[in-house]
């Protein structure tokens, strides 16, 4: 027999709506004060421009412009980076223009001093209500456990009346604070969203700015991969050079002297031989390591964690592998990721003077992510012919980031972002 629904609620429901109700009322409020440091910044922003611009009337202020708008952009940034870690990411602008006449006349620049001014004022307003809210909500909700402690007359709630008198006086603040919960629970997430509006609305580029950006992006990161391929072909080409072809050349001295003595002396082209076998097992072995450093074959074989294990076999510096990847990725990442790891290994071993390093491989989503962190001196940079900017041009290539993070003294740690398809 089927049961009949009889309308009564669901408390676990209930429960989850209360919960829910709670999560967004903390999060709007920690938005908004989040929001509030921003806003800050913008008032200070807004007051240094202002006076730069009366300044600039007797012409006191035309040099202190280009720092001005450094400001701004400084300021607008802060709040790019601070909606895009709470909702879509917003791309940052391109650099100020350098002169009062171009700022004027720089659409992105009028946007972001319409935000600034409205951040500094709107967007200053709301977050001091979401630091006040929960203040108001501790002190009125428990107003009636203390109000006895203050003077005669200056026991009154958060907004300044009524005066209490007696404990229902005191109930009824606390009650307030009751109103006040109810606030920050439902209204605060209001606030933020039209605290965020005006970012959300004037900060982000236009379409046709960010394609622009993106073409920018593309063109200058297939110049670098252009330029790594080159560098690896020329790589490539002195490894043949320099020692597969003069030990084949060897090889070829030692037959010809031992074709020659074969029929004087036995015993010396017999020697020859063996000088000459040696030369040719060596150029072997040399042609097989060049042909791995262009695709190791375990990675072809097996996987790209086998193939990070077996590279950190060889270094010199006890190496950790915590490498997970449930599906394989494509054969040109997976080659980019091995040659990250190789070369931040070396410039371990050669530059880092660490005891110990540890190599990290997760995939999350479309993403591939390498870390490499070692506990050497630290101070690492990606200066120019450096192996650090190798591995950021092979990581660009591919569309991918790297980040770098090095303080004196250490650790080190090189992180790169993949993608790697769905």
């Given amino acids: 027999m089927r049961a009949q629904n009889t309308g009564a609620p669901d408390p676990q429901a209930a429960r989850r709506d209360h919960s829910a109700r709670a999560r967004a009322g903390l999060d709007g409020l920690e938005r908004l004060v989040s929001g509030l440091g921003t806003a800050v910044l913008a008032l200070v922003t807004l007051v240094v421009l202002l006076a730069t611009a009366a300044t600039c009337l007797i012409g006191v ?66 977050g001091m209500i979401g630091l006040v809210l929960p203040i108001n909500v501790l002190r009125d909700g428990t107003f009636p456990l203390w109000w006895r402690l203050l003077p005669a007359g200056d026991a009154t709630a958060s907004i300044g009346f009524p005066v209490v008198h007696d404990t229902v006086g005191a109930l009824g603040v606390s009650l307030l604070g009751v109103g006040w919960l109810l606030l920050v629970l439902y209204a605060t997430p ?16 236009d379409p046709g700015s960010d394609l622009v950006l993106r073409v920018a992006q593309l063109t200058a990161t297939r110049a670098a991969a252009l330029d790594a391929h080159a560098a690896e072909l020329r790589r490539i080409e002195r490894a043949l050079h320099d020692g597969t072809q003069n030990r084949i050349v060897g090889v070829t001295v030692l037959l010809g002297a031992a074709r020659r003595a ?135 290539a591919h569309d991918g980031t790297l980040t770098l993070t090095s303080p004196p003294g250490g650790p080190t740690t090189v992180e790169v972002n993949l993608p790697c398809g769905s």
């Fill in 190 to 205: 209001f606030f933020a969203r039209l605290q965020e509006r005006p970012g959300r609305r004037l900060l982000t580029p």
């Fill in 262 to 396: 074969v029929t004087r002396d036995p015993a010396h082209a017999d020697a020859i031989l063996e000088r000459a076998q040696s030369a040719a097992e060596e150029a072997l072995a040399e042609l097989r390591a060049v042909v791995r450093s262009i695709l190791p074959p375990v990675l072809t074989d097996r996987s790209l964690p086998d193939a990070l294990a077996s590279l950190a076999t060889t270094c010199p510096v006890p190496v950790r592998v915590d490498a997970e990847l449930p599906v394989r990725c494509a054969a040109s990442v997976e080659a980019t990721a091995y040659f990250v790891v190789a070369e931040a290994l070396t410039n371990i071993a050669r530059h880092s003077g660490a005891r110990q390093a540890t190599v990290r491989l997760r995939r999350d989503g479309d993403r591939l992510h390498v870390a490499v962190t070692d506990d050497g001196r630290g101070g690492a940079g990606d200066r120019p012919g450096s192996g650090l900017l190798g591995i950021r041009r092979r990581a660009e």
């Fill in 61 to 126: 202020g035309l040099s202190a412009v280009p720092y001005a708008l450094r400001a701004l952009r400084m300021v607008t940034d802060r709040e790019r980076e601070r909606l895009s870690r709470i909702g879509p990411e917003i791309p940052g602008g391109q650099p100020p223009p350098a002169g009062l006449r171009a700022a004027a006349g720089d659409p992105a620049v009028r946007r972001e001093l319409r935000w600034l001014f409205r951040h500094a004022t709107l967007g200053l307003v709301l």
